[in-house]
């Protein structure tokens, strides 16, 4: 994978997720080969690790919804001289650990399914039709399958609300 990811921690919580970057790369690796992508050397994904604070605040500011969600992303537009940067994903820990105990999945289970799901709406990837929530999903069971991730959607319908509560 050419790509390089860039990982801040923001939120002091996520340190009681062992290794989060490691983490976050592999699934980004997984989502990519899954997704057949191969990108330009250089080429750049940003991750915000941070809290439902921070979240609600991005969430407000972009979409108009003043509530914290698991995951967001923000494609974004290719810069003249800059390099290839697909965009940002932010992670909200208290949501996405409440989802998990919530959803009996493990913390790291559901951190790699949130990055993924963030990753491929950088890619183009969307869940607002049915049709779309099946070709998202599909990708996301892929990925998480080379992970050795129990497929989280066992059972349901694709839906195009996706992950977000």
Known sequence: MSLSVEINIEAGAWDELDDATALIEAALAAASTTARRRFARNTEVSVLLTDDA??????HTWRAQDKAT???SFPAR????QPPHLGDIALAYETTQREAKSEGKSLRDHVSHLAIHGFLHLLGYDHETASE?????????????RLGITD??????PTSKGLLP
């Not at 929530?133 to 399958?145: G, H, I, Q, V």
């Not at 989280?152 to 319908?157: L, R, T």
């Open 78 to 81: 290719p810069m003249a001289g």
């Open 152 to 157: 989280p959607y066992e059972g349901s319908e």
């Open 133 to 145: 929530a099946e070709t998202m999903e599909a990708l996301e069971r892929a990925a998480l399958a």
């Open 70 to 72: 698991n995951v967001l």
């Open 54 to 59: 921070a979240v609600r605040s991005l969430n």
